[in-house]
């Protein structure tokens, strides 16, 4: 079957550095995408990783490593509004979307 | 622009009537997308279109359909509403350009049955 797994829940304080984690495990691989979700609105889209190694944003950075099944979201000099959920996804064979559960990020002052 | 809208924003209905959530994206983009969002659980496919005129089943496509008459509209009816179909709907479009196709998503629907 497929699966796609991230911690369920994370906290980091105003300033820090987190590294959300996901791996995969599909039937073929065609990228990965990391989302954004604040609480009552849509997923907005983060990063797309289709090669290993690194992707850096701004603040954001996502990695991944093919061989691994594996894939981080690195979110620097964290302010309050990355309070969120951030979800990974990976394109299957079939180019669908297969979607973690998410990961709730908590943010302290 | 308004990219993608949905109606309704939110909806309280009785078990067994019949209900149509709207999906409109302004932006020509040939995909579109039906998913539900459940607490604990990734957000599910429920039916995909690739371009008008042509629709197709996800993981979860029982208890709905959808038409794609035209590129801009996406229309999830439910038959017969029952309250595992209580959840947060999303309506999602991409270019459907294969690999690095982002969708990008409506605000949602909130649907609950009673």
């Known amino acids: 079957g497929q699966n796609i797994d991230q911690p369920t829940e994370m906290t980091a304080t105003e300033g820090a550095i987190v590294q959300i984690n996901c791996t995969y495990q599909t039937s073929g691989f065609n990228g990965l995408f990391w989302y954004q979700q604040h609480a009552g609105e849509a997923p907005t889209f983060l990063s797309y990783?289709?090669l290993d190694g690194l992707e850096e944003k701004g603040r954001f950075s996502s990695f991944l490593s093919r061989s691994k099944g594996y894939s981080y979201l690195l979110l620097k000099e964290l302010q309050m509004k990355d309070s969120a959920s951030y979800l990974c996804a990976v394109q299957d064979s079939n180019y669908q979307l297969i979607w973690g559960a998410g990961t709730k990020l908590i943010i302290k002052p | 622009i308004a990219g993608i809208t949905q109606a309704p924003t939110s909806q309280i209905l009785a078990a067994g009537r019949r209900m149509t959530l709207r999906c409109t994206q302004d932006?020509?983009?040939?995909?579109m997308y039906w998913y539900r969002q459940d607490l604990g659980l990734g957000l599910r496919l429920i039916h995909y279109s690739n371009t008008a005129g042509t629709t197709g089943k996800g993981e979860v496509p029982d208890g709905y359909s959808v038409s794609r008459a035209n590129t801009d509209d996406f229309p999830l009816t439910l038959a017969s509403a029952v309250p595992s179909q209580t959840s947060v709907y999303f309506c999602?479009?991409?270019?459907?350009?294969?690999?690095?196709?982002?969708?990008?998503f409506g605000p949602g629907t909130r649907l609950t049955v009673l």
């Open positions: 999602a479009s991409s270019d459907g350009a294969g690999n690095t196709d982002t969708q990008y």
């Open positions: 990783n289709v």
């Open positions: 932006m020509r983009h040939n995909a």
